[in-house]
Nanobody, 118 residues
């Protein structure tokens, strides 16, 4: 099992940028595919981005493609989400998770709030 702790959320104006981090501990981090998900108020949690165990393959939801970049540093047991050109509709709690298959999360962090003002 792996424990995940997100950080880096906050309040930003539309058009701005934020970088989220997710620090892992416990099981072998480098063996997991990792992903970022988000949940806006009143909506279901949705997939945002995923990265392979090596970092060589990434996958994005259409809503964030071209604006968000997922990356990882296995030496630091950390996965990142660089978010650029943020929009008010990106406002959500962002979660990192290990991915068991496809875009299905298995182990979850506690989430970090991102608020984008217009």
């Amino acid at each position: 099992q792996v424990q995940l702790v997100e950080s880096g959320g906050g309040l930003v104006q539309a058009g701005g940028s934020l970088r989220l981090s997710c620090a892992a501990s416990g099981d072998t981090f480098s063996s997991y595919r990792m992903g970022w998900f988000r949940q806006a108020p009143g909506k279901e949690r949705e997939f945002a981005a995923a990265i392979s165990w090596s970092g060589g393959s990434t996958y994005y939801a259409d809503s964030v493609k071209g604006r968000f970049t997922i990356s990882r540093d296995n030496a630091k047991n950390t996965v990142y989400l660089q978010m650029n050109s943020l929009k008010p509709e990106d406002t959500a709690v962002y979660y990192c998770a290990t991915i068991i298959t496809g875009t299905i999360g298995q182990y979850w962090g506690q989430g970090t709030q991102v608020t984008v003002s217009s």
